[in-house]
């Protein structure tokens, strides 16, 4: 019976799948149903590399042994591979410089096959078809794939969403220009060089009033921070005249200095994740907190600055998901609780109700006990997935020479800095109060949370 009902209706059976195997097993009922569902079946299509160590190898008989379906349908297309080598030996640069092919082939050969490969693909993709396209390799993007008049730019203009891993370390390649993009919805950039801030600034500027996703991820930003020639001293670091603190706010964003902004240059801005990214307060004001739903900071400079900003903004914050992620300081160590950046996220956390999901990495020392209190007061009633990270740091001074980095030595603190509470938290145990939780996440060894904690799980 399948194989009469209209295509129409097959399509709409075949995206109510939500299953890739069930998906499968139905395209081989018959041919009939298969050709009802093979728009739906090869609506992404995911490539991945042989193996890590060549990046330019992949294994396309799949693809072109299905003929013309597996290029004429994906609306998505994904180029990824296995992650476990190092952000810059990943780019088949690095291996032409370490081990140059054979004298009778040029030294750019393994990038070239890289760039050759990846262009035969997405030229036989039909024009203007594509609206998710994902790098996911961790090495620089070819220039005739992302660069100016790159094949993207001239067949595929109408993409919505973009997801780049790149090779932050890697100092070669094209510029990448994504200037055409005009109608992206979600930005996913993790590992971006700093010859590649450029085309960050631009894309978001073209895509602000409508983009609802924004990833950025710098990965290292004190080594970005060499490369655009800051010096060592962040409170006089200038690169053209910009402030360390101040480069995402001025030179990414757009925003002047002098400028107070009367509201949001990213209205429709539903998840915002940004990683080893300096902020000011101020930058909080380019972000509409009454639409924006999830809220990450992973190791941002001056996150609790943005954080105290957003209270004062005066309007309704919406926000579902909070994540934290503070970075070890040796310059702002303190053995005073809480310190300035706990008081911040205890101030923030207060400021409104709501959340479902809370994640929290942060440094010692701090007054756990009324962190929980508080986070628990506020969002008890909402909150179904809670996570909390403690950890602590030694600095090592006697790594490397004088006036070179501090190396710390990053380690768990097992028992939250509870212990000289340990009385007051048998008795109070603010965790109980979850009203519908899921999951709660400690980072206790087992003998800790036996003896010490095990009152903290018998939620009821």
Not at 272 to 285: D, K, Q, W
Request: include cysteine; charged fraction near 25%; charge should be negative.
């Amino acid at each position: 019976m399948l194989h009469k009902l209209p295509p129409e209706i097959m399509e709409m059976i075949s995206r109510s799948l939500t299953s890739k195997q069930d998906l499968k097993a139905l395209a081989l009922v018959s041919r009939a149903v298969h050709r009802g569902v093979q728009r739906t079946l090869w609506a992404s299509l995911d490539l991945s590399t042989i193996q890590e160590e060549e990046l330019w190898h992949f294994n396309l008989k799949p693809v072109f042994n299905r003929g013309l379906p597996a290029l004429v349908y994906p609306t998505e297309l994904s180029f990824n591979s296995d992650f476990s080598i190092t952000q810059g030996e990943r780019c088949p640069h690095w291996r032409d410089q370490e081990n140059p092919p054979d004298s009778t082939v040029r030294a750019s050969s393994r990038f070239e096959c890289l760039a050759r490969t990846v262009q035969s693909i997405v030229e036989n993709v039909p024009r203007r078809r594509l609206r998710k396209f994902t790098w996911g390799l961790g090495t620089c993007i070819p220039g005739n794939i992302l660069g100016r008049k790159g094949i993207l730019e001239r067949q595929q203009p109408h993409l919505t969403s973009l997801d780049l891993t790149t090779a932050g370390d890697c100092l070669l390649d094209d510029e990448i220009d994504l200037s055409s993009f005009r109608n992206l919805r979600e930005l996913r950039w993790r590992g971006p060089r700093f010859d590649d801030f450029d085309a960050i600034a631009d894309v978001l500027r073209t895509n602000r009033q409508h983009l609802t996703k924004v990833e950025l991820d710098f990965v290292d930003w004190n080594k970005l921070r060499d490369y655009l020639a800051f010096e060592p001293d962040a409170d006089i670091d200038l690169f053209e005249g910009v402030l360390v603190d101040n480069f995402f706010h001025r030179s990414i964003l757009g925003i002047e200095l002098h400028t107070v902004l009367d509201k949001p240059i990213f209205p429709s801005l539903v998840s915002l994740s940004l990683s080893s990214v300096p902020l000011l307060g101020r930058t909080a004001r380019a972000f509409d907190f009454t639409t924006l739903e999830f809220l990450s900071l992973r190791k941002c400079r001056n996150w609790d600055r943005f954080l105290d900003e957003i209270p004062k903004l005066g309007v309704p914050i919406r926000l579902k998901s909070l994540e934290v992620h503070q970075q070890y300081d040796p310059q702002t160590v303190t053995t005073a609780t809480p310190t300035p950046e706990h008081a911040a996220l205890l101030v923030f956390i207060t400021s409104f109700a709501g959340l479902e999901d809370l994640y929290l990495s942060l440094v010692s020392p701090m007054d756990t006990l009324e962190l929980w209190e508080v986070a628990v007061k506020s969002h008890g009633s909402t909150l179904k997935r809670f996570t909390h990270h403690l950890c602590g740091a030694v600095s090592n001074s006697s790594i490397g020479t004088p006036g070179s980095h501090i190396v710390p030595q990053i380690y768990d603190i097992p028992d939250f800095d509870l212990a000289p509470k340990l009385g007051k938290l048998t008795r109070e145990n603010p965790l109980s109060n979850i009203c519908h939780p899921e999951s709660i996440g400690l980072t206790c060894i087992p003998e800790v949370l036996v003896r010490r904690f095990l009152l903290i799980f018998s939620l009821v």
